[in-house]
């Protein structure tokens, strides 16, 4: 099994919709959890941190699933901005341990 | 310059060549990451470094030879690659924390030939 999985997608939505995207671990040593959003092309760029007790920002929630070892991330009235690749990112409580990252779920929002 | 900065942003190499990627943070990180990223595959992590030593070395080719003379640069010798090397390589760094996440350069796009 994989140690960070995500559904590769592509999720094509109509601008406006709400989509979400899951994405499971499979270490439960996982302490931190993250996602970023990558554009064709360019590097990757830190979107949120994902909090035990769930996080907003905007138009975006993260939540955490620490039982069924999943975290989550909801768009909401989705933008053509939105449409990029978005990739969760795993951290171990061990220390000097780095991000694990999964391949990513490419979102592509239309007009 | 602020972030984390990359050079060169492209690069074209033959097999037998010897070749340096460069990367600079200006935000006073103290741990700096070589990550790499192929088509249809997730960022595979090769080199962690906390300031200054080499923490982590994950199963890297020793075709592939990192360097960190201070906690604000990295790099990365090249040298008899393979064409299944060709990839994006990025830099990234962070605070000593757990729970905060990286910020990545833009990466060099690497062409083995």
């Known amino acids: 099994r994989k140690e960070v999985e995500q559904d590769p997608g592509p999720f094509n939505v109509p601008e406006g919709a709400t989509v979400a995207f899951n994405c499971t671990y499979s270490n439960s040593a996982s302490q931190s959890f993250f996602w970023y959003r990558q554009d064709c092309r360019k590097e990757p760029k830190l979107l949120m941190s994902?909090?035990?007790s769930g996080n907003e920002d905007g138009r975006f929630t993260a939540q955490l699933n620490r039982a069924s070892q999943y975290i989550s991330l909801l768009i909401r009235d989705s933008k053509l901005s939105d449409s990029a690749t978005y990739l969760c990112a795993v951290k171990l409580s061990q220390a000097g341990t780095a991000l694990i990252f999964g391949k990513g779920t490419t979102l592509s929002v239309s007009s | 310059e602020t972030g984390v900065t990359q050079t060169p942003r492209h690069l074209v190499m033959g097999m037998t060549n010897k070749k340096s990627l460069k990367c600079e943070q200006h935000l006073g990180h103290n741990a700096m990451y070589w990550y790499k990223q192929s088509a249809k595959k997730p960022l595979e992590l090769m080199f962690v470094?906390?300031?200054?030593?080499?923490?982590e070395n994950n199963s890297v080719p020793s075709r592939f030879s990192p360097e960190c003379p201070n906690s604000s640069h990295l790099f990365l010798h090249l040298h008899t690659l393979q064409p299944e090397d060709s990839a994006l390589y990025l830099c990234a760094s962070s605070q000593d924390s757990d729970y905060y996440g990286y910020t990545f350069g833009s990466g060099t796009r690497l062409t083995v030939v």
């Open positions: 470094y906390n300031f200054k030593e080499q923490t």
């Open positions: 994902v909090y035990s």
